[in-house]
């Protein structure tokens, strides 16, 4: 995943695909900045949450551009977001994803809104990267609070 990017990096580069270059040099950015703290080189799995927390941060940064009513912003940072899944993995559906977090709940045996961060701690590993997190939490939340 990460010699992907890399290369794709070096293609965008001599294509002169500016939007994509742009994006491809704040992963690059961002992996290396995680690498130094890791002190070791990302493996496929860091690298997808490397991904997942750029993804995110453009999300917000839409919801922030919409309020200042810059469109322009908007669609240019939709665009990056395009770019950076096609790195994903396969995104699970609704249902897959609700049944995970059943099975969370029932393995740690939750009952209340208050085991949120267990069930979180067990059914994390199982859908990072391959799920908006912020929607997870909010389905488990929504779980426990109805229990």
Request: glycine share 4%; net charge neutral; no cysteine.
């Amino acid at each position: 995943m990460r010699e992907k990017i890399l290369n794709d990096l070096m293609s965008a580069m001599k294509a002169k695909d500016k939007e994509k270059l742009t994006v491809m040099r704040s992963v690059k950015g961002a992996m290396q900045l995680e690498e130094i703290n890791k002190k070791k080189e990302l493996d496929d799995n860091e690298v997808v949450a490397v991904l997942a927390k750029q993804i995110k941060m453009r999300r917000e940064s839409i919801e922030e551009f919409k309020k200042g009513n810059r469109n322009d912003l908007v669609e240019q940072t939709e665009r990056e977001i395009a770019i950076l899944e096609t790195y994903m993995p396969e995104q699970l559906s609704e249902d897959e994803v609700e049944k995970i977090i059943e099975e969370g709940i029932a393995k740690v045996g939750a009952k209340a809104p208050s085991d949120m961060g267990k069930v979180m701690g067990v059914i994390t590993p199982q859908l990072r990267g391959k799920t908006d997190m912020s929607l997870v939490s909010k389905l488990v939340k929504e779980k426990l609070s109805n229990s």
